[in-house]
């Protein structure tokens, strides 16, 4: 019974380990297609003062992430209330 204790312990331990590790960018880019660009509906900043390594913007195009610069930010800004104002849908054959 004391290494069914702890296998389930250490099983815990892992569920909760890779439950509350965040999904960092490691890496950013600043060119992406227009095509993904449309897709964006949403971007979070990530900091280098907290959890993760380096500043970043997070882009959520569908189901998908990617990592870009944070020079992006402005121009992203102005993408999506353009979308926003002209009812444009997160698909690149709106443009």
């Known amino acids: 019974t004391i290494n069914f204790e702890f296998g389930l312990k250490l099983l ?5 380990i890779v439950s509350v590790t965040p999904k960092c960018c ?3 880019t600043n060119r992406f297609p227009l095509e993904i660009l449309m897709k964006v509906s949403k971007y979070e900043v990530q ?6 390594a380096i500043d970043a913007l997070v882009l959520h195009a569908r189901d998908k992430r990617y990592c870009a610069t944070p020079k992006l ?3 992203l800004q102005t993408l ?5 104002r002209h009812g444009l849908k997160n698909t690149a054959s709106a443009v």
């Open 73 to 75: 930010q402005r121009f």
């Open 12 to 16: 815990i331990c892992c569920i909760l």
């Open 80 to 84: 999506l209330k353009l979308k926003m």
């Open 47 to 52: 900091t280098s003062h907290g959890i993760c």
């Open 26 to 28: 490691v890496e950013t």
